[in-house]
Structures are given as C-alpha cells and as structure tokens.
T-cell receptor, first 113, second 117 residues
Framework: AQTVTQSQPEMSVQEAETVTLSCTYDTSESNYYLFWYKQPPSRQMILVIRQEAYKQQNATENRFSVNFQKAAKSFSLKISDSQLGDTAMYFCAHTGANSKLTFGKGITLSVRP | NAGVTQTPKFRILKIGQSMTLQCTQDMNHNYMYWYRQDPGMGLKLIYYSVGAGITDKGEVPNGYNVSRSTTEDFPLRLELAAPSQTSVYFC????????????????FGPGTRLTVT
C-alpha cells in the first residue's frame, strides 16, 4: 500500500526567508509521480509542483523547488523568499499504478511579516 | 476554460435527506475523483472513475453513490444524509500518461461545504 507521511504538523517562517517542508512516502513501484499541493484559507487545492520519479533532476517552479531522494523515498519542498501569500496548508501526494492520489496529513505553514 | 466546476457551493441538509453534488470538467480528462475533507484533516477518496461508465470505490465510499455517463460529468449522490457526512467535498479530474496509464496531477474544483443537522 502507498503511504505518505508529513511528520511536521505546522511550521512558521519569517517573510523573505527560506523554509523546507518534509515528506516521506512508501511505495513498491518504480514509476510514479509526486506532488505538492497548497490549500490557502479559501480551501481551493492548488498544484504547486510535480516530480516524475523517473527523472533525476529536481523540479523547480519559480520560488518553489523540491529535493527528491528516490532511494530514501523523500520528497521535500523548499520555498525561497517566503511571501505572506504562501501562508496555507501544504499537502504532499503520491500517485502510482492505481491512479489514486494518496495524500499526507498536511502541514500548516504560517509566514510572519 | 472553466476547469472543474462544482455545485452547489454550500448546502445544509436535514438528517435522512438526499442530495446530489454536481461536478463538471471541460478539460476532456478521463479520470475523475470525489474527496471529502474534514476540518483540519487531509483528503479522503470517496469514489473515482477512469472513464465514462467505469467507477470504483475509494477509501470511504459508504453512504455515497456515483455515476459517470459522460466524460465531463461525475455526480456524487448522498442517500439518507447523516451528521458524519458533514464535510467539504472536492471533485477533481486528471489526464494520464499514455505509457503507464498513471494519473498526472489532479485539478480540483472549489469544493462544496455540506452540513447535515
């Protein structure tokens, strides 16, 4: 069974600083996708970044980048130059052969002015 | 493009009533999903569909039913509403890669906030 673990329930960061959100997962598959989703207070689920497991290069999207360690089954999200609008809940997710998205429990990120 | 749309945005039901949550996507995605999210929690999969006419149960299907007669629509039916079904419901859709038939990222609707009293 696929599992996704986000062990930190919440984090806080000063505006303009960098923060890293941790995620580990468990799967027996070799081909899969990993995602980070953001859920602001509006409750809308927004895709932040996607990583294909067969790609060694870490994905980046502007201020967001990942550290994907396939052997360690680790998939952390780094947010650079944090902005007040980054305040949200962040979910790590995995999808594999069954095409179901398995979510972690989420982490609440607060950006302080 | 509208993406994934859900109606209604809010609804209050009495115990024992029934209702249908509507979901429509205009991206020609073959995969569609229904999730529920309880306060402070992650998303739990209720039902999903890999194409018109094909549906399957997720993690928490009891008390719900779905149908998929078209690519675009994936309604969720609640029969005999119970207070435990008070939640926010999200519909999502995705395409898949042609080689492994794995779902790409899912696109979510804005959610329906349902209260059962």
């Amino acid at each position: 069974a696929q599992t996704v673990t986000q062990s930190q329930p919440e984090m806080s960061v000063q505006e303009a600083e960098t923060v890293t959100l941790s995620c580990t997962y468990d799967t027996s598959e070799s081909n899969y996708y990993l995602f980070w989703y953001k859920q602001p207070p509006s409750r809308q689920m927004i895709l932040v970044i996607r990583q294909e497991a067969y790609k060694q290069q870490n994905a980046t999207e502007n201020r967001f980048s990942v550290n994907f360690q396939k052997a360690a089954k680790s998939f952390s999200l780094k947010i650079s130059d944090s902005q007040l609008g980054d305040t949200a809940m962040y979910f790590c997710a995995h999808t594999g052969a069954n095409s179901k998205l398995t979510f972690g429990k989420g982490i609440t990120l607060s950006v302080r002015p | 493009n509208a993406g994934v749309t859900q109606t209604p945005k809010f609804r209050i039901l009495k115990i024992g009533q029934s209702m249908t949550l509507q979901c429509t996507q205009d991206m020609n995605h073959n995969y569609m999903y229904w999730y529920r999210q309880d306060p402070g929690m992650g998303l739990k999969l209720i039902y999903y569909s890999v194409g018109a006419g094909i549906t399957d149960k997720g993690e928490v299907p009891n008390g719900y039913n779905v149908s998929r007669s078209t690519t675009e629509d994936f309604p969720l039916r609640l029969e005999l509403a119970a207070p435990s079904q008070t939640s926010v419901y999200f519909c999502a859709s995705s395409s898949s890669d042609s080689m492994w038939r794995r779902s790409y990222e899912q696109y979510f609707g804005p959610g329906t906030r349902l209260t059962v009293t």
